[in-house]
């Protein structure tokens, strides 16, 4: 049996309102990044704002990365490890794990943890503000709430991801020679050895260079999602979420493009 066209109109409409509230939340993306642009050049800079957000974001989110990275690195180790045993290449098992945390596990998981945690946080934080109309109060006072609540998070983020990164790597790989040393008897020398051949400057530099993006994205759409927050708590909860997915989806599909990017260049 065919669908009443009552139905078909509904569904229809539905997407059609779906379509319209997308291009609404692009736009006032792209609004809130050309007006943080220029919140950045405008005289009295919120350095101590900066420094607050630094430490927020920054040191408080590298626990998370740090325990993620350290098993990352001694999951990744061991299902490479019993992979290569099959081609009689288990000692080389260094070399995946490097290459594997450098260009891409490194930056994306951690991404993902400090925009789960950072993003979720600078919505609830600025999305209180705005429904308790705070955020109109420092209008009133003449003040431009893009140069003190978003600009500070947005370079905080920008700054702190590829810093945490670099730390994941670090951690990330020795988690993995800590497995292969106690799992496959592969001398830690040897597979520094075999990281040390393997993972150049470029793949490093592949890796940390997508972080600066995904640390914008993330605060970006904490901040574009946050003074959108209608409802009371109950907007701030659902806003929370909002940003976790988006952010989250974000990070993913941006580094498939970046990646792309990189391989051309």
């Known amino acids: 049996m065919s669908a009443p066209p009552g139905a078909a109109a509904t569904g229809v409409g ?5 379509v319209l509230e997308a291009v609404d939340q692009v736009g006032e ?23 607050r957000q630094l430490e927020a974001i920054g040191a408080r989110s ?21 992979a290569l045993a099959r081609f009689g290449a288990k000692p080389y098992v260094g070399a995946v794990v490097g290459l594997s945390l450098a260009r891409e596990l490194g930056p994306v998981l951690t991404a993902l943890m400090v925009g789960g945690r950072v993003g979720a946080g600078i ?23 893009v140069q003190k609540l ?3 998070r947005v370079l905080a983020a920008t700054l702190a991801l590829p810093l945490l990164t670099v730390l994941a790597d670090v951690v990330g790989v020795f988690g993995g020679m800590v497995l292969s040393w106690s799992q496959f008897g592969i001398d830690p020398s040897f597979y520094l050895q075999t990281i040390n051949n393997t993972v150049t400057i470029e ?17 970006m759409v904490g901040c574009s999602t946050a003074l959108q927050t209608t409802g009371g708590t109950v907007g701030v909860g659902r806003a929370t979420t909002r940003t976790v997915v988006v952010a989250s989806i974000g990070v993913l599909v941006t580094d498939f493009f970046l990646t792309q990017l990189m391989v051309i260049l």
């Open 62 to 82: 590298s626990t998370i990365v740090l325990i993620t990275a350290l098993f990352t690195g001694m999951v990744l180790a061991l299902q490479t490890g019993i």
């Open 150 to 152: 978003v600009l500070p």
């Open 203 to 219: 793949d490093l530099f592949s890796g940390i260079a997508k972080t600066f993006v995904f640390g914008w994205l993330i605060a």
């Open 14 to 18: 539905r997407l059609g309102d779906w």
């Open 29 to 51: 993306f792209t609004v809130l990044a050309g007006l943080t642009v220029r919140a950045a050049l405008r005289p009295r800079f919120p350095w101590l704002e900066l420094l």
């Open 123 to 145: 919505t609830a934080e600025i999305g209180a503000m705005q429904v308790t109309e705070q955020v109109d109060a420092i209008r009133s006072m003449g003040a431009d709430p």
